[in-house]
């Protein structure tokens, strides 16, 4: 699994990871983690995320466009 664009939507909005860990409750450690690809969020953590950066899942995971557009890509 690919790294998160955690640290893209952090920086846009000038956070550190100490404020964003605080949001969430964990450790700075812990969301280090995840910045770096080494553990993952859970679905809820996911959704905190996206409200903290304003964004969907979809974009944390890089994903864009029509995702039935790109799903029969795959099948060529």
């Known amino acids: 699994m690919e790294a998160l ?3 893209d939507y952090r920086t846009k909005l000038n956070m550190s990871q100490r404020e964003v860990s605080a949001a969430l409750n964990i450790t700075q450690a812990y ?4 910045e770096k690809g080494k553990s993952y969020p859970n679905a809820e953590q996911i959704m905190m995320l996206c409200d903290i950066f ?8 890089g994903f864009y466009g029509d995702f039935k557009v790109l799903m029969n890509n795959l099948d060529k």
Do not use: A, M, S
């Open 54 to 61: 304003h964004c969907t899942p979809n974009d944390l995971f």
């Open 31 to 34: 969301y280090w983690k995840w």
């Open 5 to 7: 664009r955690l640290k």
